[in-house]
């Protein structure tokens, strides 16, 4: 009974988000001096290497990174990556993001590759 009762409370927890609820999100914004194509190919590594299950969508000039949740059927995170002015704009929607107890491993790649 209790390990019934903790499966429940945990997917309670885990937020299970499509995508478009996360793309009604505000996104937190970034800027990086490299490339969209250098930044995309670091990220999707990044990621991986952590276990992740990376989908990357061209959106005409920009890209779209889609995170897997580790709950099937949910989205992790929207990663938008596009050209800016001076380097690349990287915009980032991810399930809790308010949550300070949530993993930061998305958050750590996104840095990680600025």
Do not use: F, W
Not at 82 to 104: D, F, H, I, K, W
Request: proline share 5%; hydrophobic share 35%; charged share 25%.
């Amino acid at each position: 009974m209790r390990t019934k009762t903790l499966a429940i409370l945990a997917a309670a927890l885990a937020g299970c988000t499509s995508q478009a609820n996360l793309e009604r999100n505000p996104p937190m914004e970034l800027r990086t001096g490299k490339s969209a194509e250098d930044y995309r190919t670091c990220l999707v590594s990044g990621l991986e290497k952590d276990g992740r299950h990376v989908v990357v969508q061209p959106q005409g000039s920009s890209q779209r990174v889609l995170v897997d949740s580790k709950v099937p059927g949910a989205t992790a995170a929207i990663i938008d990556i596009g050209s800016a002015s001076r380097g690349t704009r990287v915009e980032l929607r991810e399930q809790m993001a308010n949550n300070p107890l949530r993993p930061r491993t998305i958050l750590t790649a996104v840095k990680d590759c600025l």
